[in-house]
């Protein structure tokens, strides 16, 4: 069964696909009806908030008030980043819910440490590599139904952070969720146009027997037959018992308690491989970030399964160039990033996948040495292919939602969860007695290989390549910003094009988010579905000058100008000399930052 990536459009297949027709030049998009700014970078869309006592930056406005709230009745900047997950788990179900992974790393001002949290979950143990490439039916696992399906790791991801950082009770930071499910929230703009698309696709998705079971998700995601539009009031009395049961008995009642049960019974029901036990053995993993010098400043990403290294691997080579001196209009500025992805993102096809099964080079790909054999094969040309970096044997968009928050004492959390693909699987859980368990689960098990040589190879227990990646800045030991870029392969690129507008262009927190942005798309991945061999496609937003444009096409980019790839951004920069915490917020997604 070959699924075709329901994000790749006609524009982005025709620069990929070998053999293509090359595409036409990109023409300028009309001009924005937008006003002027006397202040700061001029395309800054507001200014940057500022507190002293306590911040949050999250993708809903709602959310960002639950965070201030929870730090408000003394919790840590841990119990308000789990309250404002738990309420985007309900609010933009498009991006997130206890139905997906979690990523974190944690400022600890008390032991002056970065902690870093993998709470990604596995693949069932009752699944060979051979079983599912016949259930498959290709060398494609399908986006959706329960061939995408690992456990889900975000409630273990709570428990973890809570156990360790946690002031308040974990009832007490799951409240504000319970209570907006139980009377109802306003959907907000850009989340309802996600969610009636993604309405859409299921029904395509399950009338072709794709997604298994339609009725749970029309159920819950569709009251009264149809998906919520901007400003209607959504409630969602499943996920409110679920969250009960969650407060009430802890985290490990999603894993061995009746809610494992009810979703083990599920997957059997439908097919599935997964088994109780594959929840019950299931646990979150503290793990130590890594990072970079770059100018001064250490840039921290998680090790893989993730790709954070990738956003490193960038920055190593980009720290060659004088892009200050380039400048942001300059095709040289472009070119460079985007042949610095492409290096990149060779080594993460190839290498990238978890390291309890592989032997990854983590060191060795975010080194400066290595770095320098890289830049070397940048030139004045586009790389049309571009091969891994290490002679080393054996080894897309996503929805998800970023969150930062920061509390009085110092402590500063960078959080990433997410469903990955469209929503998620299309498969919602039910407790047999018709009520559904209020919540998606997630389709990352989409992103494994079943090549059985490749690294990221699906086996037993084994957890998939993960897009999702949380991000921290630090100088001189001092906890500098959190901050983050979800967007499946957007997030490595945007996190070094932030630390560039910030490190080499001055930009506040703010305008670092709101600065124009490339996106470039290749076939190299980590499914081991295609290799680049036309350059890919460079993706680019309004505020790119057709003059650079065109000096990019003349050094063999194929551009192309569009909206909707480029990610949602938040952060919270923290002043080294005063304290005081600046916050930014996407002005592409529905959030805000606030503080106190």
Do not use: C
């Amino acid at each position: 069964m070959k699924i075709v990536r329901n994000l790749v459009g006609a524009a982005m297949m025709a620069a990929l696909v070998p053999g293509a027709s090359v595409a036409a030049p990109a023409e300028q998009p009309p001009r924005k009806d937008q006003g002027d700014r006397y202040e700061g970078f001029a395309g800054q869309t507001r200014s940057p908030v500022l507190a002293t006592h306590g911040m949050a930056a999250t993708s809903q406005p709602l959310a960002t008030g639950v965070a201030l709230d929870i730090l408000k009745q003394g919790g840590s900047a841990v119990d308000a980043a789990i309250a404002a997950n738990a309420a985007l788990g309900l609010m933009e179900p498009t991006g997130n819910g206890i139905g997906g992974d979690l990523f974190a790393i944690v400022w600890d001002p008390d032991t002056k440490k970065l902690y870093g949290l993998n709470a990604s979950g596995r693949a069932p143990m009752g699944q060979s590599l051979a079983d599912l490439r016949e259930a498959s039916g290709g060398d494609d696992i399908p986006d959706y139904g329960w061939r995408s399906v690992t456990v889900p790791g975000a409630v273990s991801g709570w428990a973890a952070l809570h156990e360790r950082f946690g002031k308040l009770p974990l009832g007490a930071d799951l409240a504000p969720a319970i209570y907006y499910a139980e009377h109802g929230y306003p959907v907000s703009e850009l989340i309802a146009w996600y969610w009636n698309r993604s309405m859409g696709n299921f029904a395509d998705l399950s009338a072709e027997g794709i997604v298994e079971e339609g009725e749970n998700w029309r159920q819950l995601f569709m009251p009264g037959g149809k998906a919520p539009q901007a400003g209607e009031v959504f409630v969602n009395k499943d996920l409110a018992r679920t969250l009960k049961t969650i407060a009430e008995q802890g985290p490990d009642s999603f894993y061995t308690g009746e809610l494992a049960r009810d979703m083990a019974a599920y997957f059997e029901r439908i097919g599935a491989p997964h088994r109780y036990e594959d929840f019950a053995s299931h646990e979150a993993e503290w793990v130590d970030p890594v990072s970079v010098d770059y100018r001064g400043y250490d840039v921290w990403e998680l090790p893989p399964n993730s790709q954070g290294i990738a956003a490193l691997q960038m920055l190593t080579i980009l720290e060659g160039y004088d892009l200050k001196a380039m400048g942001r209009d300059s095709g040289e500025f472009w070119h460079v990033m985007t042949e610095a992805k492409k290096l990149a993102f060779a080594d993460r096809a190839h290498y990238y996948a978890d390291m309890a099964f592989s032997d990854v080079p983590v060191e060795r790909l975010i080194s400066e040495d290595y770095a320098a054999e890289r830049r070397k094969l940048i030139g004045d040309k586009a790389a049309m292919s571009v091969e891994p970096g290490l002679d080393t044997s054996g080894i897309d968009a996503g929805d998800t939602i970023y969150l930062t928050t920061a509390d009085s004492s110092g402590m500063m959390v960078s959080l990433i969860q997410s469903n990955y693909r469209g929503m998620g699987s299309g498969l919602v859980a039910d407790d047999g007695e018709g009520h559904t368990l209020g919540f998606m689960f997630q389709d990352r098990g989409a992103q494994f290989a079943l090549d059985p040589d490749h690294a990221n190879a699906y086996a037993p227990g084994k957890r998939p390549f993960q897009t999702i990646i949380p991000a921290f800045m630090t100088k001189d030991d001092v906890p500098l910003m959190s901050f983050g870029l979800m967007g499946g392969a957007m997030q490595p690129q945007g996190h070094a094009q932030i630390v560039v507008n910030m490190v080499d262009f001055g930009m506040n927190v703010q305008a670092a988010g709101d600065a124009a942005r490339f996106h470039h798309e290749q076939a190299d991945e980590p499914t081991a579905l295609g290799k680049m061999t036309d350059g890919g496609l460079l993706q680019v937003e309004s505020g790119v000058p057709i003059e650079v444009v065109r000096d990019l096409e003349a050094r063999g980019q194929t551009v192309e100008y569009t909206t909707g790839p480029f990610g949602g951004y938040q952060a919270i920069y923290r002043d080294p000399e005063t304290g005081v915490y600046w916050g930014a917020s996407e002005m592409r997604k529905d959030g805000h930052a606030a503080g106190y």
